[in-house]
């Protein structure tokens, strides 16, 4: 089964850029997808289509990818961005078709 | 107002079974594929099923094929989540959510609040 792995955990100041990275085979490939999870809510995109940006969403929310890492960037970091961030794909293996979730990141404003 | 909205959740026996039910409303329910996506307690998101605009086509996670169903009724704009066989590690929030084109494999730009299913022993 295809795997994304993220970093568990990722820190950082008020007014400071956050990169939160998710990794997989032959990512570069593929479409990656960011979403913002906060304390009991509802997943928000915040990145489709590896560094497009939904409306509504703050330019301080970026997405690129590299080789086999797709990145967000979250410039101006503010006390309101601390969330759990997931990275996604849709991958395909012969007949089988799945949506694949990294881990999740969960990041800390400090 | 575009909304997708879950229930059926609730407390269930390890080893029943369990319907989860996600309605849609505010926008053409039969254009759409349905995800169902699960997070535990404390835990990431993991994706469970998916259903094509008619119903004729689903696919699942390892975790769950065999035990699971997904299906749907367009003219009610809903779509179920049959959980059989019930395990502890099924215990979660349940998500449905949408994608934002009719394309199969676009990103998710919608999804409901959830429905929170318990597992008892």
């Known amino acids: 089964s295809y795997v994304l792995t993220q970093p568990p955990s990722v820190s950082v100041a008020p007014g400071q850029t956050a990169k939160i990275t998710c990794g997989g085979k032959?990512?570069?490939?593929?479409?990656v997808h960011w979403f913002q999870q906060k304390s009991g809510q509802a997943p928000l995109l915040v990145v489709y289509d590896d560094d497009a940006r939904p409306s509504g969403i703050p330019e301080r929310f970026s997405g690129s990818e590299s080789g086999d890492t797709a990145t967000l960037t979250i410039s101006g970091v503010e006390v309101g961005d601390e969330a759990d961030y997931y990275c996604q794909v849709w991958h395909s293996s012969g007949d089988q078709q799945t949506w694949v979730f990294g881990g999740g990141t969960k990041m800390t404003v400090l | 107002q575009v909304r997708l909205v879950e229930s059926g959740g609730g407390v269930v026996k390890s080893g029943r079974s369990l319907r989860l039910s996600c309605s849609g409303s505010g926008f053409r329910f039969n254009d759409y594929i349905i995800h169902w996506v699960r997070q535990g307690p404390g835990q990431g998101l993991e994706w469970v099923a998916v259903v094509s605009q008619d119903g004729k086509d689903s696919f699942y996670a390892d975790a769950v094929r065999g035990r699971f169903s997904i299906s749907r009724d367009n003219a009610k704009s809903t779509v179920y989540l049959d959980l059989r066989n019930i395990r502890p590690d099924d215990r979660g929030v349940y998500f449905c959510?949408?994608?934002?084109?009719?394309?199969?494999?676009?990103?998710?730009?919608?999804w409901g609040q959830g429905t929170k299913v318990t597992v008892s022993s």
């Open positions: 032959d990512l570069g490939t593929k479409s």
């Open positions: 959510a949408r994608p934002g084109t009719s394309s199969w494999n676009d990103f998710i730009d919608l």
